[in-house]
């Protein structure tokens, strides 16, 4: 059963990157050349420039520690402080470069919080905005607190989201190392310092700015509770130790948490539950771990669904929207829209006299309609359409929201709207580098795999499943994106970058608690891949 899990997995992932490499390609060319014939080589420009500019900074960051201690006096804690900070620099250039206000979704949140520090709520009641989709409120919320004590300016709001971004930045090295070894978890670091798509995003105000820092501490509390400090005793049970049955108490609270901003929880919670009986070797074990991170999630959940309602912000469950999300199962199946966002069937609610019950009902007729209509060969047609929309985008389409007009409330980046496409499709440039590492990773790993790589395709594989049931855009995957770079990091860096001292620096393996000594999980992790 684990190897057939394990496989599927792999394969479903490297499947979809044989699609998304080309289409990605493609997608580079034809959009570039659709907005004007010239830029393609600009974007090339700008695009190459960036790719060699993170080629140094990469040969860099994964040579051997001790021969940029003897030249550069610098310990390896702190290699890895100035990353961060790159990274942190990169994303504040861009904050302040561009000229940024919010935009369509991201408007109306922005909007419902500022006029909520007046006393008016109409959004969050009857037939509001977010009544309709409950489980924004909490981002809402949370601007509002922003706004109630800093001011009502956006920079205020995407200032705190730029503090996320460097506080994922160090959970995602920090996650890398714990299994890796700090050699392979610098090239995980420094390839997500430099992810375009995470550089653009904090202008942005979109939840999944807030969702991924504690999705990355779930997962770091996770491998903790696997994991096995040299403090611990190998063979000591969480049973009976109190600091691994807070890391799983710790997970599952995170990953609550992490739900209330991007509604995906239940996709990571599949994935953090596979790894712990794929990884564990006695059912007792299993079911415990499984018990207590479960119970935690569960009753974080209920707390922060009932604390919006209790206190009379809104009249809904953060669970029960107004609007049924199958509306958006209902957008992913229109073929003529490629699975995205249309008015047709964004009006539905509307059609049903914003009733609930009528609404949920008739859009699975609608659905099982368009099914029957479109058959197994456009139904794929269409499948292939949304992965490639999902995911050939370098930047997730984060500068599509930053250009538009000033007089529709949306923003401009300070210049030429040449330099904000140029920087789009050289995102596209560099990001399909690092789908390639991605794939060689993927393609040469040998099998047994240690519990991190097996968590980032089941995880990469639930997303990119999910993705495809919903209604489709871009934005929609980063919440995953952050994959890549771990999976890039396991391809040969110093050989391909010509920073190797002629042997690579170890990167041990962490133990698994849930094994034992002699069990094959625990030997699997004693292998790199």
């Given at each position: 059963?684990?190897?057939?899990?394990q496989?599927?997995?792999?394969?479903?992932v490297?499947?979809?990157?044989?699609l998304?490499?080309?289409?990605?390609?493609?997608?580079?060319?034809?959009?570039?050349?659709?907005?004007?014939?010239?830029?393609?080589?600009?974007a090339?420009?700008i695009?190459?420039?960036?790719?060699?500019?993170?080629?140094f900074?990469?040969?860099?960051a994964v040579?051997?520690?001790?021969?940029v201690?003897?030249?550069?006096?610098?310990?390896?804690?702190?290699?890895?402080?100035?990353?961060?900070?790159?990274?942190?620099?990169?994303?504040?250039?861009?904050?302040?470069?561009?000229?940024t206000?919010?935009?369509?979704?991201?408007?109306t949140?922005?909007?419902s919080?500022?006029?909520s520090?007046?006393?008016?709520?109409?959004?969050f009641?009857?037939?509001?905005?977010?009544a309709?989709?409950?489980?924004?409120?909490?981002?809402v919320?949370?601007?509002?607190s922003?706004?109630g004590?800093?001011?009502?300016?956006?920079?205020?709001i995407?200032?705190?989201?730029?503090?996320?971004s460097?506080?994922s930045l160090?959970l995602?090295?920090?996650?890398?190392?714990?299994?890796w070894?700090?050699?392979?978890a610098?090239?995980?670091?420094?390839?997500f310092?430099?992810?375009?798509?995470?550089?653009?995003y904090p202008?942005v105000?979109?939840?999944?700015?807030i969702?991924?820092?504690?999705?990355?501490?779930?997962l770091?509390?996770?491998?903790k509770a696997?994991?096995?400090?040299?403090?611990?005793?190998?063979k000591k049970s969480?049973?009976?130790g109190?600091?691994?049955v807070?890391?799983l108490?710790?997970?599952?609270?995170?990953?609550?948490?992490?739900?209330?901003f991007?509604?995906v929880?239940?996709?990571?919670?599949?994935?953090?539950?596979?790894?712990?009986?794929l990884?564990?070797?006695?059912?007792?074990?299993?079911?415990?771990?499984?018990l207590?991170?479960g119970?935690?999630?569960?009753l974080?959940?209920?707390?922060?669904?009932?604390?919006p309602r209790?206190?009379g912000v809104t009249?809904?469950?953060?669970?029960?929207?107004?609007?049924p999300a199958?509306?958006?199962?209902?957008?992913?199946?229109?073929f003529?829209s490629?699975?995205?966002y249309?008015e047709?069937?964004?009006?539905?609610?509307?059609?049903m006299?914003?009733d609930s019950?009528?609404?949920?009902?008739?859009?699975?007729?609608?659905?099982?309609?368009?099914l029957?209509?479109m058959g197994p060969?456009?139904?794929?047609?269409?499948?292939?359409r949304?992965l490639?929309n999902?995911?050939?985008?370098?930047?997730?389409?984060?500068l599509?929201?930053?250009a538009h007009?000033?007089n529709?409330g949306?923003?401009?980046?300070?210049g030429s709207?040449?330099?904000?496409?140029?920087?789009?499709e050289g995102?596209?440039?560099?990001?399909?580098?690092l789908?390639?590492?991605s794939?060689?990773?993927?393609?040469?790993?040998?099998?047994?795999?240690?519990?991190?790589?097996?968590l980032c395709?089941l995880?990469?594989?639930?997303?990119m499943?999910?993705?495809?049931?919903?209604e489709s855009?871009p934005?929609?995957?980063?919440?995953?994106?952050?994959?890549?770079p771990?999976?890039?990091?396991?391809?040969?860096?110093?050989?391909l970058l010509?920073?190797?001292s002629?042997?690579s620096?170890p990167?041990?393996?962490?133990?698994?608690?849930?094994?034992?000594?002699s069990?094959?999980?625990?030997?699997?992790?004693k292998?790199?891949?």
């Amino acid at each position: 059963m684990k190897k057939t899990i394990q496989s599927t997995a792999r394969f479903l992932v490297l499947g979809f990157l044989c699609l998304i490499l080309p289409g990605t390609v493609v997608r580079y060319f034809l959009v570039g050349a659709l907005r004007h014939s010239l830029l393609p080589l600009f974007a090339f420009l700008i695009g190459g420039l960036y790719i060699l500019f993170s080629f140094f900074v990469l040969r860099w960051a994964v040579a051997d520690p001790q021969r940029v201690a003897a030249q550069a006096g610098l310990k390896h804690e702190q290699r890895v402080w100035i990353l961060i900070g790159l990274g942190l620099m990169l994303r504040l250039l861009f904050l302040f470069f561009s000229k940024t206000a919010p935009h369509s979704d991201f408007l109306t949140m922005y909007e419902s919080a500022r006029v909520s520090l007046g006393g008016d709520y109409q959004a969050f009641f009857g037939n509001g905005y977010l009544a309709r989709f409950p489980h924004l409120i909490w981002t809402v919320l949370l601007e509002r607190s922003l706004m109630g004590f800093l001011g009502t300016s956006p920079r205020v709001i995407q200032l705190f989201l730029w503090g996320l971004s460097g506080l994922s930045l160090w959970l995602l090295y920090c996650v890398a190392q714990r299994i890796w070894g700090a050699a392979r978890a610098m090239g995980a670091l420094t390839l997500f310092a430099l992810f375009p798509a995470y550089i653009f995003y904090p202008a942005v105000l979109a939840t999944e700015n807030i969702a991924l820092p504690l999705y990355l501490g779930s997962l770091l509390l996770l491998l903790k509770a696997l994991g096995n400090e040299e403090e611990q005793e190998p063979k000591k049970s969480y049973l009976t130790g109190p600091r691994p049955v807070r890391f799983l108490l710790g997970s599952g609270a995170l990953l609550a948490l992490a739900n209330m901003f991007r509604f995906v929880g239940y996709v990571f919670f599949i994935a953090w539950l596979l790894v712990l009986w794929l990884h564990g070797s006695s059912w007792r074990r299993k079911i415990a771990a499984t018990l207590l991170l479960g119970a935690s999630a569960l009753l974080v959940s209920a707390v922060m669904d009932v604390i919006p309602r209790t206190l009379g912000v809104t009249d809904r469950w953060i669970h029960d929207g107004r609007e049924p999300a199958v509306t958006s199962i209902l957008k992913g199946t229109n073929f003529s829209s490629g699975g995205m966002y249309n008015e047709e069937d964004a009006n539905i609610f509307a059609e049903m006299g914003f009733d609930s019950a009528k609404t949920k009902k008739e859009a699975w007729v609608r659905i099982h309609e368009r099914l029957r209509q479109m058959g197994p060969g456009k139904g794929l047609l269409l499948a292939g359409r949304k992965l490639l929309n999902n995911w050939t985008s370098g930047d997730f389409l984060a500068l599509d929201w930053l250009a538009h007009s000033d007089n529709e409330g949306g923003a401009v980046l300070k210049g030429s709207k040449w330099v904000l496409w140029g920087m789009g499709e050289g995102a596209t440039l560099w990001y399909l580098g690092l789908l390639m590492l991605s794939f060689y990773t993927l393609w040469h790993q040998k099998a047994p795999r240690d519990l991190l790589t097996d968590l980032c395709v089941l995880l990469l594989a639930g997303i990119m499943l999910f993705l495809l049931l919903i209604e489709s855009h871009p934005r929609y995957g980063l919440i995953a994106a952050w994959i890549f770079p771990l999976l890039a990091s396991g391809a040969p860096l110093e050989r391909l970058l010509g920073s190797s001292s002629g042997k690579s620096a170890p990167s041990g393996p962490a133990r698994t608690v849930l094994a034992e000594e002699s069990s094959p999980a625990h030997s699997a992790l004693k292998k790199r891949p």
